[in-house]
């Protein structure tokens, strides 16, 4: 299976990532028929390409320029536009599904829904000609499968319709944490992540490098010039299929779980403490009941953590709790691969946590939260929202599973 891998040590766009597949190999003419698709007015656009160097490294820049008559759009608005596009399905399905998860991260940091989201920015003819582009340009290319690097991170100020924000920019932090995307301290400052480019990879890359064995490297340049090369490289390849086994699993990370017996606590001051354990970063909180000396009923409350956030947990427990010792010991952790995807169903998107074990897709559970807040809005029963995302989930699954491995 073709696959790609999107290596962004200085941050991606998406003017950058079109720039990447026009350097590996995709013609700036199917860019620009792509566009033309869209129905945008006469002489409202136009996107062109020249080879620059970038701290002494050629690449692919890509220069859209839109005369953008709307002020601001809605989602609706930005779905009308996609679906009536002459395009693939897929490509138009995947970039209604990138807009759909920007709107429902804007809902979030602007306290509304995803519906009444005031597009500015990324509602822009300039923003739309990205994402829909990209899609097009991974599609065309024939990639089954989209990868990309951790996201470098910068630090300091831009200016929004909404006046100056703080980088990254807040809807770029809500798109990467709804992902659990790695990122990483920039090379310097300025905005390297932009929301465009934070949606396209949280709705269609794994954070992961995968084996491949590669044939080409695309790569696309900013407009701006770092004291580092302003580029991000698209690897081209296939599927590594020599072996006809998989490896036997591994553990994937080495833990340790913190523990102490408790029976004079009250039992209402548990969730606090859980929350609090949360917060300093734990990774999981659970409790069980026990019996302890003189036929006491207990608590046994277990921490599963990092190493390095040992010392700071065990006094926490030592602070909140009645107890006067916290045991500890190492433990190894194996981990599904997991991905958000954004399903459709007759109420709205939900969100769907996509569970991976050794390549194959095994199962897909949507987000509670999502069919909860879908059912307040549309005041349909919380089960039946719930059961038509689970449907509309299931072909995500892989229906040749081998029960038996």
Known sequence: MPLAYLDVPSGISGDIFLGCLVDAGWPLTSLQ????SLNLPEGSWSVSAQSVLKSGIRA???????????????????????????????????????????????????????????????????AIIDIVCVCAGLHELGVGALFASPLPLGSGWARSMHGRIPLPAPATLELLAAVDAPTLPAPGP?????????????????????EMRMRSIGYGAGAKNFDW?????????????????????????????????????????????????????????????????????????????????????????????TTLGVRAYPVRRYIAERELKTVTTAFGPVRVKV???????????????????????TGKPLPTVYAAALAAASPLVDSNIDPDG
């Not at 693939?88 to 509304?112: G, K, M, N, Y």
């Not at 086994?245 to 553990?251: A, D, V």
């Open 229 to 321: 090369p302003n580029v991000a490289r698209l690897w081209l390849g296939d599927e590594l299929t020599e072996a006809p086994h998989r490896p036997t699993l591994e553990p994937t990370e080495s833990l340790l779980v913190l523990e102490t017996n408790i029976d004079d606590m009250n039992p209402e001051l548990y969730e606090p403490v859980q929350r609090r354990l949360f917060d300093a970063g734990a990774l999981d909180v659970w409790t069980t009941a026990i019996g302890m000396k003189k036929a006491r009923p207990g608590t046994l409350l277990r921490v599963l953590a990092a190493p390095a956030d040992e010392s700071m947990l065990a006094a926490l427990l030592l602070r909140e709790t």
């Open 33 to 36: 028929g792509t566009v033309r």
């Open 190 to 210: 300025g905005e390297l992540v932009t929301p465009t480019g934070a949606a396209l990879l949280a709705e269609l890359a794994q954070f992961r490098q995968p």
């Open 60 to 126: 692919t820049q890509i220069i859209v320029e839109a005369n953008d008559q709307a002020t601001e759009r809605h989602l609706a608005d930005v779905t009308q536009i996609i679906q009536t596009a002459n395009l693939p399905a897929e490509v138009r399905h995947r970039a209604c599904a990138v807009f759909s998860r920007l709107a429902q991260a804007e809902a979030h940091i602007h306290d509304t829904t995803a519906d009444a989201v005031h597009f500015h920015e990324v509602g822009a003819l300039d």
């Open 355 to 377: 569970k991976r074990v050794e390549g194959m897709t095994v199962g897909a559970k949507p987000e509670f939260e999502d069919c909860q807040a879908l059912a307040e809005a």
